[in-house]
């Protein structure tokens, strides 16, 4: 990938900010452009599950989140192949990667509360019921869902 394009930045140029953080920023924005881009080009329905991984020497690598995505984005790539090479220069080819998101794992509360602390919700529950009522049902719900059977 050419980063030629980039300003080179001495020390004092850009508003305080470091040479090297600078041209980070300035790949970062790149990036965020091109993958603009991207999605521009791609169907709407693909859009959310397709992003923009790199470029290897001329061909784009675009990432798909599922079975689905790849084989649609990979169906459809003849179509949308010329659009895509246009986003950056030196580009020749597309390639789709499958890279499957897991799901987020099921939380599970392993919170457990001492007697001690479960009577003492219930007695504050008690004493803020008339000033605060709902305050005084939320930590008598809680020390409800905490007392052991």
């Known amino acids: 990938m050419d980063f030629n394009h980039l300003k080179r930045v001495g020390p004092g140029d850009g508003a305080g900010v470091p040479a090297h953080l600078h041209n980070l920023l300035q790949i970062s924005r790149y990036w965020q452009k091109l993958d603009k881009e991207v999605g521009r080009i791609l169907p ?29 984005l990979k ?19 597309v390639r789709v990667r499958l890279v499957p ?14 007697e001690t602390a479960v009577a003492n919700f219930e007695q504050t529950a008690e004493c803020l019921a008339e000033r605060h009522p709902k305050l005084a049902q939320a ?6 869902k905490h007392r052991k059977p």
């Open 139 to 144: 930590l008598a719900r809680l020390a409800q």
């Open 44 to 72: 709407a329905n693909l859009r959310p599950y397709v992003r923009t991984a790199c470029i290897e020497g001329d061909v784009l690598v675009l990432l798909a989140a599922n079975s689905m995505a790849a084989s649609r």
């Open 101 to 114: 998101q897991t799901p987020e794992a099921e939380r599970v509360n392993r919170l457990e509360l001492s």
């Open 75 to 93: 169906m459809l790539l003849p179509a949308l192949q010329p659009s895509l090479v246009a986003v950056h220069e030196g580009l020749s080819s």
